[in-house]
C-alpha cells in the first residue's frame, strides 16, 4: 500500500477572520500566537511553502503590556539608507507615537523572510481603539 502526501496551495485555504483583544496581554506571547495562525500552522492542511494562513484583526494594540524594563530599554532601530542615517526609537515612545506598531513589527520578526513572509503580514490587521472596519467578514473573537 502506497501512501501519499498531500500538497496544498493557496487556492485550498477559505481563510477565516478572527479579532484578538491585546488588551493586557504580554506582547511576545501575543505576537508568537498570532504568527502561528497567520502562517497557518494550527490548520490540519498546512503546507510549508503555501499561504496556508487565515485574516487576524488586533484591537487594543494600545494597551499591549511588556515585562521588566522592556518599555525603557527596548529599542527599534531603522536606517534611511544614507551615511549616519540611523534612527532609533524606545517601545515607550513608539507606543504614543504608533501604537500598532509594536505588535506589528514582533509578528513580523516571527514570520518568514520572504515574499511569503510578506504576503502573510498583509493579512494582520492592527488596530490602536477597540473598533475595526471588519464587521462585513464576520470575524470570530479568538482568546489566546
Known amino acids: 500500500m502506497k501512501k501519499y502526501t498531500c500538497s496544498f496551495n493557496d487556492s485550498d485555504n477559505p481563510g477565516k477572520w478572527?479579532?484578538?483583544?491585546?488588551?493586557?496581554?504580554?506582547?511576545?506571547r501575543l505576537a508568537s500566537s498570532i504568527a502561528s495562525r497567520l502562517r497557518g500552522k494550527c490548520?490540519?492542511?498546512?503546507?510549508?511553502?503555501a499561504d496556508m494562513g487565515d485574516w487576524v484583526i488586533v484591537i487594543n494594540a494600545d494597551k499591549v503590556m511588556l515585562t521588566g524594563k522592556k518599555w525603557a530599554q527596548k529599542t527599534y532601530y531603522h536606517h534611511s539608507g544614507y551615511?549616519?542615517?540611523?534612527?532609533?526609537?524606545?517601545?515607550?515612545?513608539?507606543?504614543?507615537?504608533?501604537?500598532?506598531?509594536?505588535?506589528?513589527?514582533?509578528?513580523?520578526?516571527?514570520?518568514?523572510?520572504?515574499?511569503?513572509?510578506?504576503?502573510?503580514?498583509?493579512?494582520?490587521?492592527?488596530?490602536?481603539?477597540?473598533?475595526?472596519?471588519?464587521?462585513?467578514?464576520?470575524?470570530?473573537?479568538?482568546?489566546?
Open 18 to 28: 478572527y479579532v484578538v483583544d491585546a488588551k493586557e496581554a504580554i506582547l511576545g
Open 83 to 144: 551615511t549616519g542615517g540611523i534612527k532609533s526609537i524606545t517601545a515607550a515612545k513608539l507606543l504614543v507615537k504608533r501604537p500598532e506598531d509594536i505588535i506589528r513589527f514582533a509578528v513580523k520578526g516571527m514570520l518568514p523572510k520572504n515574499s511569503l513572509g510578506d504576503k502573510m503580514l498583509g493579512k494582520l490587521k492592527v488596530y490602536a481603539g477597540d473598533r475595526h472596519p471588519h464587521e462585513a467578514q464576520q470575524p470570530t473573537n479568538l482568546s489566546l
Open 43 to 49: 490548520s490540519p492542511n498546512f503546507t510549508p511553502h
